[in-house]
């Protein structure tokens, strides 16, 4: 396993008395599958977009290729760009697919974006609806936009917010094999939400148990299910109601 | 005007008033027509380039105060326009506060400029309430994933308001309106002074007032035949910002 890409150091986020995340220690090896997992309310989210630096820790220290991101000091563009997210719901432009797909790129001044964003779009499957309006698409197809509009920023960490939870089977296994391809092939580090314990166990190389804020458990994938250390990891994988 | 002055016209006759004296390319009227869109025109860009900012302030920020200051906006958005130009003639007048301040950037009574800032502040608060809902309706994720793609702040605030354009775009439309066909504060503060500060609606009332109903109707349906072009040019943009 390479040297650590993220670590995180006694991180805290606070929304005004209210602590929704505490991790004392923990760290994400570059290249890494890392699956999340847990109830609603877990913090999950929250961690997310801490680790894509649109939130700052309320206390602690949170590294990234080494760099510090603390509550007084924010990660600088360049480095908050090597990150994107896929959300549950995709959140689409009211533009046509293509200018969606467009869009991190061309935030990021890229003049060669109109091959990226084709090449994007047969990723997914969707070169076909290039053209048209992204809020005509189904549930599927706009999700499926919304992963081309990650991966073709070719991002050091794409993390992904239960991105299949509102899909049917197709569409759910479509983007699976894409975000497994792109751990495998481009080493792109994956972190994913899910409160699908079987696609975590058949995607992820890591992975973590969090409780109301709380990292219970994280570890390798056929140890995590088959050998968990702590009783609330093993009443969460048998499936049993744990909050 | 060199159009002959009638009793009570038709509204037949004012359409044909008012095409003859398009078609005939009046002075009078083209220089009123200039200064009408002119005071109009930079009162709704300054209204935009502050109260399109503000209103996206206001409606994506939190802060100490937001309620007061929305209160006040609303307040705005209802205030009757004379009394707003009763307020800078008395703000600009020799004795006011203003109008003692020999400023360059202060305007005088009885300029366009004066006119300008009284229609500036009818429309400021329209244009900023309008823009402060429209953003209010886009959906609060947007900021987040918008910020996750790589956008800066300033960024993410230019992405909401492209998604909000439907309704920026009628806040304009409404700040347009509210001066365009405004008469109270430009009289008072204008002073509807021939060559100088006669504008559509002013020389509307002074037509009026003398008798010369199918010139004044000329003069209103040119106004309205205006206006609609804005409007529709506006409306243009519109679909042009959707489909691009």
């Known amino acids: 396993m390479s040297a650590p890409l993220y ?12 602590t929704v995340l505490s991790i004392d220690q923990w760290q994400i090896a570059q290249g890494d599958f890392v699956a999340l997992v847990g109830p609603n309310g877990a913090g999950k989210s929250t961690l997310l977009r801490l680790l894509n630096f649109i939130e700052p820790p309320s206390e602690g220290t949170l590294r990234y290729k080494g760099y510090a991101v603390g509550p007084r000091n924010a990660a600088p563009l360049a480095l908050r760009r090597e990150v994107t997210t896929v959300f549950q719901r995709p959140i689409l432009l009211d ?4 200018a969606n797909v467009a869009y991190g790129l061309r935030l990021r001044g890229q003049d060669r974006w109109p091959e990226k964003v084709q090449r994007a779009l047969e990723q997914v499957g969707l070169a076909n609806l290039a053209h048209r309006p992204a809020r005509h698409l189904s549930g599927g197809e706009a999700q499926r936009v919304a992963l081309a509009r990650a991966i073709v920023l070719e991002p050091e960490v794409l993390l992904l917010d239960e991105p299949t939870a509102n899909l049917d089977p197709y ?7 894409i975000v497994s391809a792109l751990n495998r092939t481009r080493g792109t580090t994956i972190i994913l939400v899910t409160h699908n314990i079987f696609q975590a166990r058949r995607l992820a190389r890591t992975v973590g148990l969090l409780l109301e804020g709380y990292l219970i458990e994280v570890g390798e994938t056929e140890r995590f299910f088959e050998s968990p250390q702590d009783p609330r990891t093993a009443a969460f994988v ?3 109601m744990i909050y | 005007m060199s159009i002959s002055k009638g009793e009570h016209g038709t509204v037949r006759e004012s359409l044909i008033q008012a095409l003859h004296l398009i078609l005939k390319a009046d002075p009078a009227l083209a220089e009123i027509v200039a200064l009408t869109f002119r005071v109009s025109g930079i009162a709704l860009l ?3 380039a502050v109260g399109i900012p503000l209103g996206a302030a206001l409606g994506l920020r939190r802060f100490a105060g937001r309620r007061l200051l929305v209160s006040l906006l609303y307040t705005g958005m209802g205030f009757p326009p004379v009394v707003i130009g009763l307020i800078v003639y008395l703000l600009l007048s020799h004795n006011g506060p203003l109008g003692q301040w020999e400023a360059p950037f202060i305007p005088r009574l009885f300029t366009p400029s004066a006119m300008i800032l009284a229609q500036t502040i009818i429309s400021l608060p329209l244009v900023a309430g309008f823009t402060m809902a429209a953003v209010m309706g886009v959906d609060p994720l947007l900021r987040q994933q918008v910020l996750a793609l790589g956008a800066t702040q300033g960024q993410a605030v230019k992405a909401i308001l492209s998604e909000a354009r439907t309704g920026v775009i009628i806040a304009l439309i409404a700040g347009f309106g509210s001066i365009i066909s405004e008469v109270g504060a430009v009289m008072l503060v204008g002073g509807n002074i021939e060559h ?3 504008v559509l609606t002013t020389a509307i009332v002074l037509e009026t007032s003398k008798g010369n109903f199918e010139l004044a109707m ?7 035949g205006l206006s609609f072009l804005v409007n529709v040019a506006l409306v243009y943009l519109q679909g042009r910002a959707i489909r691009e």
């Open chain 2, 218 to 224: 000329a003069l209103g349906i040119i106004l309205l």
């Open chain 2, 196 to 198: 100088r500060t006669r």
């Open chain 2, 46 to 48: 300054i209204s935009a």
């Open chain 1, 7 to 18: 670590e995180l150091d006694g991180v805290k986020r606070r929304y005004g008395n209210r």
């Open chain 1, 238 to 240: 048998r499936g049993e």
């Open chain 1, 95 to 98: 533009r046509s697919v293509r």
């Open chain 1, 171 to 177: 569409n759910a296994r479509l983007i699976e094999e």
